[in-house]
């Protein structure tokens, strides 16, 4: 068979990790901490009916979901984007700054095939989130970690790797970050801004995470301070919708967005009509708010009882992360505890997290005794019985 | 701002047909012969609100369509593709060799992930797909042009070429090809699923057209010729289910299948589990069989009404292809007729079309006398009055 292509090998190291967070999905058995789904008890199964019933008839949008549309996605997502998703943070977008993708991933997946030609360097946090590593590399892109403290990313370092490195963008979720749950202060997002104004650096905003808060105070996203255009902001409708609709956005400059239009009419010309007539509506309908709120309260309670459970049952010494929203937190267990090697032993427990180091881009053993742990997906009940398991399993190598 | 990556310049020239194909859609004025749509009123409409009200419930489906799903795709819509839409056609397939992807196309994106360095050669009729010339100069591949007779690719043409320009992929359209509409005869299938073997070659066969034959007989798949997995096999649900879903899928060897798996991955999860329960369902609820036969007979009657046109008003001169089945036909206008010049007047006209040119990547004026007609959702009343204005504009050019 002929050869693959380079950046298959390049993409390798990471890719295995993304195929086993896969295949641990498949097993019904095991208690997952792993995924980053939200709760399949909150899904909008009968708003999703209903609104199939009403408009998927040939009098309403019923032709307009089954046929081809257009590559900029359906105008009143759009609409919805800017009004219910972008207004409210004092953002005033127009529907020609907005791109519908395929799943908020694919957001990366485009900007870097504008930009990204290999050996481009791309500054992540770090820790950061695999699967986007994952695209990065299958564009040969070089990504530096930039240190981070309980806050998230530090300027200080950030802006000497800038000076460093010349990076194409800085990729940050600055939200309940993946994986640390971590939430990036104001003043920082101000400076990142202007940072990429400064040195002509794309500042690639991940934030799907953002409606999901439970406590504290919102916090502008770093694209409320971008002033020129720099600050890409890329967001999904998987944790406030569905997950399984496949459905993300993206807001940038329209330079920005037209390069993205061509990117995307060469990965599969355009995203589902159907799902995004369908979240359309949930918007338009008037369900989303009423939604939001039931969604937040399920996921609220996850959270509180799995921070609980650190507290009750991991050793004293444990670090974590209280995140105010999102669907993870991050654990730091003691020195001599290695979370990969644990990792095999909880599975055979029929229980499964992500093993820290994965994060790490710099590959240096960094965060070898840290874990993400997902409460998202996971009900009060079996976060106890699961959170038990793995404290005992924890508590016997110490 | 940042530079561009090289791939979007190299890709800009065919981007440009690609986007004023998509511009030219959204004029509602335009009796449109460009795109590839099938039948607006073949959909079926009524069919998928019914699976909906069925399904999308807690008890059913409705939580699996909405949550996160497998790489792969959704289980048994991969068995409906190896039951109803392999197995008639002779080829016992297993699941583990089907992928879903978001649309045929995103078959060639994700084939180029795998396989394509800058410079790698792929070959390609003569005329071909444009939208998947421009997916291939998006991979900076290099396209080069083999020659067809009426009957489609030249295999002594083509075997030479291989020997000459040692390609990554041989792309072909062998069914009711895109633009011409020509048909390969099962001899020359049997020789390209040959020549894949023995020069090492993979022949990326895409088929979205194949279940719309309204004359003539079935004829096998190249795939259905491939004993050592050189060949892969791209079709979509778009023509026989619906465009708006975006669903396609590829069929190709495990090892392959694993590859494109990685590069699904990295590009956007997985496809819409929303679309994908839908289709199963559409197939394992018995709808597909009277479907099919509703939306053959919708076209064949376009088709028909096409021809008659085409020999009623366009010069006597005029060559055109007699599908027998698909979408398009190709027309060859006398010498001195330039489509593209001619295309200003056609819209402004109201009528659209695609210049042959755009098809051929010799970019040697080679079919600026021919232009790609497609029939496909443009009702009998409507190619009625196109046609004959076409016709006019055409006559008054001699």
Not at 181 to 207: C, F, H, M, N, S
Not at 291 to 307: F, G, P, S, T, W
């Amino acid at each position: 068979m002929p050869k693959y292509a380079q950046r298959m090998y390049d993409m390798e190291d990471t890719a295995i990790i993304i195929r086993n967070l896969f295949n641990a999905m498949s097993d019904a058995e095991m208690i997952s901490f792993g995924g980053g789904a939200p709760a399949t008890e909150g899904l909008p199964v009968d708003i999703v009916r209903e609104i199939c019933n009403e408009v998927l008839t040939y009098e309403k949008r019923g032709t307009e979901a089954l046929q081809y549309g257009s590559v900029l996605g359906v105008k009143d997502l759009r609409e919805a984007v800017v009004n219910f998703l972008l207004k409210p943070k004092g953002i005033q977008a127009s529907i020609d700054e907005i791109l519908i993708v395929n799943g908020g991933l694919e957001t990366m997946n485009l900007l870097c095939q504008v930009y990204i030609n290999p050996g481009d360097v791309i500054l992540v946090e770090s820790p950061t989130f695999v699967h986007c590593v994952e695209i990065f590399k299958m564009f040969q892109a070089k990504c530096i970690a930039v240190d981070c403290d309980e806050h998230g990313l530090i300027m200080k370092d950030l802006e000497e790797k800038i000076q460093k490195y010349h990076p194409k963008f800085v990729y940050v979720i600055p939200t309940f970050q993946n994986p640390t749950g971590k939430t990036l202060p104001v003043e920082r997002r101000k400076k990142l801004a202007e940072l990429g104004t400064q040195y002509d650096v794309i500042i690639l905003e991940d934030d799907p995470y953002q409606e999901l808060r439970y406590s504290g105070e919102a916090v502008s996203p770093i694209k409320y301070f971008d002033k020129s255009g720099h600050t890409v902001y890329a967001n999904s409708f998987s944790k406030i919708f569905s997950p399984g609709s496949r459905l993300g956005f993206v807001y940038a400059s329209k330079e920005i967005i037209m390069k993205l239009f061509d990117a995307k009419t060469a990965t599969n010309s355009h995203t589902s009509t159907l799902a995004q007539v369908i979240c359309a509506e949930f918007f338009h309908g008037g369900y989303f708010s009423q939604h939001l709120k039931k969604i937040c309260e399920i996921h609220r309670q996850r959270r509180d009882v799995m921070i609980k459970c650190i507290d009750q049952y991991f050793p004293t010494n444990t670090k974590r992360v209280f995140p105010d929203g999102g669907l993870f937190t991050w654990v730091e267990l003691p020195n001599n505890i290695n979370t990969t090697d644990l990792l095999k032993e909880a599975n055979e427990n029929k229980v499964h997290y992500i093993a820290g180091e994965s994060f790490f881009v710099e590959a240096n053993g960094k965060g070898k005794n840290c874990m993400r742990i997902s409460f998202g997906n996971v009900t009060p009940e079996k976060i106890e019985i699961g959170m038990k398991r793995l404290g005992s399993l924890i508590q016997s190598k110490i």
